[in-house]
Structure formats: C-alpha cells, structure tokens
C-alpha cells in the first residue's frame, strides 16, 4: 500500500525560520493532507492539496505538490515556538483510506 | 461547530476484555474514519463508515469492529484485548470522499495490561 514518507524526521530550528519538510509516495493519488500534531494528542488539518494542484498557501504554510516525482513539501514560515510539533503527511486515493507517514518532529527553539 | 468529540479519552483495560469507544462526528459528517496510532507502526488505517454502511477496511483482525448509526456517530468495538492493541486510538469525519479534509477528534488513549 502507498505510504507518504517525510523527510527529514527531524528538525530543530530557531523562532524566526523557517521550516522545511519533504513527503515522498508511491502510487497515484487523489489528494495528499498535512496534519500536526501535538505531544500524542489528535491531529490537527493544516491543508489539503489535491493532485491537479501544484502549490497552495494557508497563512504561513506553504504546500507544493509534484506528482511527477511522487512528492510534496510543507513550508512553514516564521515559525513561532507553538508550531512545534510533529507534522505529518498522508495520501488519499479518494476513498478516504489515508495512508501516514512516520511523521516529522520539529522543535521550534525560542 | 463543534469538533469531532472522542469518549472516553483514557482506558485502562486488562488483556483478555473488551473495549468499546465512542465518536461523535462534525455535524454533517457522514463519514467516520479510525485510525490506530503506536509509536511502532505509526498511524494505521483500520476502517472507514459512511450512511451507516463500512465502506473500506484496514489490515487489523477481526477483532476490530465498528459500527455507525443514523445519526453518523460511531463506535468501534475491540475484543479479546491483546497488550499490543495498546495505542491511541483516532477517529476523524468528513463531509464524504474525495477532496474533503478529514478532521480528527482528541482520541482514546487505550492501555492493555
């Protein structure tokens, strides 16, 4: 089964940069989702990217989608120490079937 | 509105029981998705409900189960409890497929001893 992958797992910035995660996939899809979330509890949505999109803004968050390479990326920028975090991507083949990756932990260092 | 609301929120359960947890959707939500998350195998898919019909399902035993009622909210049901079904426990609902974000409850932090 298809499963987004992040990369890097993790990452350690400075309040004030930004963020860059990568998500790689192996199969078609219908859309891909970024979610975050906080020290085990639910998951929060932050956006969703469909596969005839190739890029999509959400205040500070920026999401591209290349389906050609298979892989998608979340920008966040000026981040503030609550954005950290674990940042997770996840593909849907329109079924509502999302598939996870392992997740991206990002701690944000005032 | 309100959120995708999980009950209970802990459990604490010995192997061998069972173990029902409960969903209640966003109003206008007619699909009900959960999801086992662990520190070993992440989150996983474990099956998918909508107009009270389970329309997809995950690699879990049958040991899973769930249901939805008329009224979109659902409950999965675990039996014979092992120690390794030890896990938060997600549900989250969308309007339908396709295009439509999925938007998570608080889970059920569930614990097998």
């Known amino acids: 089964s298809q499963q987004g992958e992040e990369d890097p797992q993790a990452l350690s910035i400075q309040e004030g940069e930004n963020a860059t995660m990568n998500c790689s996939y192996k199969t078609s899809i219908n859309n891909l989702q970024w979610y975050r979330q906080n020290s085990g509890r639910g998951l929060v949505h932050l956006i969703l990217i469909r596969s005839n999109e190739r890029e999509k803004h959400s205040g500070r968050l920026r999401v591209t989608l290349d389906t050609s390479k298979k892989s998608s990326s979340l920008l966040i920028t000026a981040s503030r120490a609550a954005d950290t975090a674990s940042y997770f991507c996840?593909?849907?083949?329109?079924?509502?079937?999302?598939?996870f990756g392992k997740g991206n932990q990002v701690v944000v260092i005032p | 509105k309100a959120g995708v609301t999980q009950t209970p929120r802990y459990l604490i359960k010995t192997r061998g029981q069972q173990v029902t947890l409960s969903c209640s959707p966003i109003s206008g939500h007619r699909s009900v998705s959960w999801y086992q998350q662990t520190p070993g195998q992440g989150l996983q898919f474990l099956f998918e409900?909508?107009?009270?019909?389970?329309?997809n399902k995950g690699n879990f035993p049958g040991r899973f189960s769930g249901r939805q009622f008329s009224n979109s909210r659902s409950e999965m049901n675990v039996s014979t409890l092992e120690l390794g079904d030890s896990a938060l426990y997600l549900c989250a609902s969308s309007l339908d497929r396709s295009y439509y974000e999925q938007y998570f409850g608080p889970g059920t932090r569930l614990t097998v001893t």
């Open positions: 409900y909508f107009s009270e019909t389970q329309r």
């Open positions: 996840a593909t849907d083949r329109g079924n509502n079937r999302l598939a």
